[in-house]
Nanobody, 121 residues
Framework: QVQLVESGGGLVQPGGSLRLSCAAS????????MGWYRQAPGKERELVAV???????NYEDSVKGRFTISRDNAKNTVSLQMNSLKPEDTAVYYC???????????????WGQGTQVTVSP
């Protein structure tokens, strides 16, 4: 079994910062792409940022220059540093990881339970 556990959400004022973290645990052979998605009320889940195993990153346009994704391959963790937060960043943020549980099985996507980020005065 593989689990992704997120932490770090909360309430912050506009212009403030938060750091989200996600740790993968369980039977893991290899983790490929890791990323963060978010879902605001009444909207579909959208990609925020992704990072490959060799550190290549990609960001949704609205967060470029404000958010930074990073990962620690030794600890199976991924983090999202969010600066200059805006009210429109308010959403539930989900960690995602593409994981192989053994060398003989295909990779699958796993999701965390979600953590609420609220940006409000």
């Amino acid at each position: 079994q593989v689990q992704l556990v997120e932490s770090g959400g909360g309430l912050v004022q506009p212009g403030g910062s938060l750091r989200l973290s996600c740790a993968a645990s369980g039977t893991i052979f290899r983790i490929n792409v890791m990323g963060w998605y978010r879902q605001a009320p009444g909207k579909e889940r959208e990609l925020v940022a992704v990072i490959t195993s060799d550190g290549s990153t990609n960001y949704e346009d609205s967060v470029k220059g404000r958010f930074t994704i990073s990962r620690d391959n030794a600890k199976n963790t991924v983090s999202l540093q969010m600066n200059s937060l805006k009210p429109e960043d308010t959403a539930v943020y989900y960690c995602n990881a593409n994981i192989e549980v053994s060398r003989w099985k295909y990779a699958h996507d796993y999701w965390g339970q979600g953590t609420q980020v609220t940006v409000s005065p």
